[in-house]
Each structure stands twice: as structure tokens, then as C-alpha cells.
């Protein structure tokens, strides 16, 4: 059984950064992707950014240029750079990794498979920005 174990989230003033780790905790760590959730209160979990094992990244629009996804296989650990960060960041940041068989495509650019079909079950780590 996979477990997550999320860190790094913080009060934070805009224009500041924060760095998120997620430690993966599996046997055989096949992991071919990873990714980060957000949900804010009274909105839906909005899919952030997804990684491949080769390191190629994928990152919703809301966040290009400014969040950076990173992935140490030998380490198991997933990390999100996040800099000039704004108020609209603030919500609860999820890892997540796709099912044992994969994502239905086996591929990991495919954003929406990260709320669909992928495993967390983390306490998430919140982030909170303030103007």
C-alpha cells in the first residue's frame, strides 16, 4: 500500500515562495507518474502540475512560469517550487501518483488523469497566501 506524506505548505506574504516534498512510502516504487492536486475551500480540486519518471512536466496554465515540479526517484520524494506565489494559491496541496496499471493513456501530460484516476490519501499540506 502506497502512502504520501506531504510537507512544505506555510502562511506566506504574495510575491514569496514555498518549496512542497512528498514523500512516497512504496514497495517497488513503479511510479511512472506524479502530480500535484490543490483544493481551495468551496471550490474543486484543480489539477496543478504532473511529472514522468524521464522528469518531463506538465503545468496547468494557472501556474506556468511561476511553479516548478521536480521528482528524485532514488529519494521517492515529488517537490513543487512555487514562487511568486499569489492569493488565489492558497488551498490544501495534494501528491498524487497514478494507479498501479497507469493512467489510461500511459502518459503523463494528461492533467485531468490526476484527479480521475490518481492515488493520494495524504494530509495534504496547506498553503496560504495573503496580500
Known amino acids: 500500500q502506497v502512502r504520501l506524506v506531504e510537507s512544505g505548505g506555510g502562511s506566506v506574504q504574495a510575491g514569496e515562495s514555498l518549496r512542497l516534498s512528498c514523500a512516497v512510502s512504496?514497495?517497488?516504487?513503479?511510479?511512472?507518474?506524479m502530480g500535484w492536486l490543490r483544493q481551495a475551500p468551496g471550490k474543486e480540486r484543480e489539477a496543478v502540475a504532473s511529472?514522468?519518471?524521464?522528469?518531463?512536466?506538465t503545468y496547468a496554465e494557472f501556474v506556468k512560469g511561476r511553479f516548478t515540479i521536480s521528482r528524485d526517484n532514488a529519494k521517492k520524494i515529488l517537490h513543487l517550487q512555487m514562487d511568486s506565489l499569489q492569493p488565489e494559491d492558497t488551498a490544501m496541496y495534494y501528491c498524487?501518483?497514478?494507479?498501479?496499471?497507469?493512467?489510461?493513456?500511459?502518459?503523463?501530460?494528461?492533467?485531468?488523469?490526476?484527479?480521475?484516476?490518481?492515488?493520494?490519501g495524504g494530509q495534504g499540506t496547506q498553503v496560504t497566501v495573503s496580500s
Open positions: 498524487v501518483i497514478d494507479p498501479p496499471a497507469g493512467f489510461p493513456l500511459n502518459r503523463c501530460d494528461v492533467l485531468g488523469d490526476l484527479i480521475n484516476y490518481g492515488r493520494s
Open positions: 512504496e514497495v517497488g516504487f513503479n511510479v511512472m507518474c
Open positions: 511529472i514522468g519518471r524521464d522528469g518531463a512536466a
